[in-house]
């Protein structure tokens, strides 16, 4: 008689996931934020930026409107920043009390009502 072969756990237990979501926030959100695209918000239009040894589009210009952004810069970047904000929402997932301030800094509740407010990011990028 064949052994059943085991059916993984789609859902890893708070004690897997949580020591691993710290650990990620950790190492880059406090000792590599220059990894990170920030986002801001000025006079309601959400901007974007980076560092320029990483993101070299805001050598010349430091600040730009997220969609426009989104709209010129290469597929690779719009995916980096696609996978940097599921990142995010991973890094705050079930109740996550050790992250969830440091990415409130990042992205404060009002940036985050900008963002889903946003007519021309919902028409373009978001699939909501």
């Excluded at 980076?50 to 050598?59: C, I, L, S, T």
């Excluded at 730009?64 to 920043?81: G, I, K, Q, V």
Aim: proline letters at 10%.
């Amino acid at each position: 008689m064949d052994s059943p072969t085991p059916t993984p756990n789609p859902t890893p237990s708070p004690t897997q996931v949580r020591p691993n979501q710290w650990r990620v926030c950790r190492l880059l959100c406090e000792q590599s934020p220059e990894l990170l695209l920030k986002l801001s918000l000025r006079n309601g239009r959400v901007m974007v930026s980076g560092d320029p040894r990483f993101f070299p589009m805001f050598a010349e210009v430091a600040e730009h409107e997220l969609c426009a952004w989104l709209d010129s810069t290469a597929p690779e970047n719009a995916a980096y920043f696609e996978r940097l904000m599921a990142l995010y929402a991973v890094l705050v997932r079930g109740r996550n009390l050790k992250n969830t301030p440091k990415i409130s800094a990042l992205l404060p509740y009002d940036l985050c009502f900008a963002i889903i407010t946003d007519r021309n990011l919902h028409r373009n990028h978001l699939d909501v």
